[in-house]
């Protein structure tokens, strides 16, 4: 099985077509889009048919939202809203994929009015589902503070801790002692100012123990398909 996990700007406009070529050239098994846009749509969800992951669910968004869309070759089942959700209709979409795990696709909220109290409800809800096969995936627009970028001081770092400290594994870290960023602020100019690691893959015990590899493929963002990188994770399945 293997998953890939990217943010693609806005929902992609006139970079959708080489947008769904770069994902097809990973040959993905299931796909994890945030800035999901409603105006392409239906164009991405019948591209990406096309090349196989025939299998769809969505947030829905309305006009300029950001949503998530997860596309897959296997049958999904969608689950109902939780609570992280119901703050943030965006923020989760979860996915039973066959028989082989659930997938949280996560889409962290930048408001402060809603950002404590959406990631106070994910740690409830990953502690909940730790001993399941369970997938937390996406641009979580979060990371722990002073590791994940250089002197800088995350608002949510805490929470990604108590998700840790709940039994989940980061599939990255875990192999990975420096930091690779996965989006960047630029000044005056385009100019690159600090690096981020804000997109990232969280497993439960069981499931983690049966990836294989997760790394960053970076040439989308280096060239400007997308403002991020994306996140490829690979698990062996019987």
């Known amino acids: 099985m293997k998953v890939l996990s990217w943010n693609i700007r806005q929902g992609g406009g006139s970079r959708l077509d080489a947008i769904v070529s770069a994902i097809a050239g990973h040959q993905p098994d299931l796909v994890v889009i945030n800035e999901l846009r409603a105006r392409t749509t239906p164009e991405l969800v019948a591209a990406l048919h096309a090349r196989g992951l025939c299998f769809h669910e969505h947030t829905a968004p309305l006009s300029a939202e950001n949503g998530t869309l997860i596309a897959a070759r296997a049958p999904l089942r969608r689950r109902r809203a939780g609570t992280p959700a119901r703050v943030f209709a965006h923020g989760l979409l979860e996915v039973d994929v066959g028989d082989w795990a659930t997938v949280g696709a996560v889409y962290g909220p930048l408001s402060r009015a809603t950002l ?25 627009n979060a990371g722990e503070s002073f590791v994940d970028a250089n002197a800088y001081k995350f608002m949510s ?82």
């Open 116 to 140: 404590r109290t959406f990631w106070d409800r994910m740690v409830g809800h990953a502690s909940r589902r730790a001993r399941r096969r369970y997938l937390l995936i996406g641009d979580f």
């Open 157 to 238: 770092s805490d929470y990604l801790v108590a998700i840790r400290g709940a039994g989940f594994v980061d599939l990255w870290r875990a192999s990975n002692a420096e930091t690779e960023h996965t989006w960047f602020s630029f000044g005056r100019g385009g100019v690159a100012l600090n690096g981020f690691r804000i997109d990232h893959a969280l497993a439960s015990q069981s499931l983690a123990s049966e990836a294989t590899r997760c790394y960053y493929s970076h040439v989308e963002r280096e060239t400007r398909l997308s403002d991020h990188s994306a996140l490829l994770v690979e698990f062996v399945t019987a």
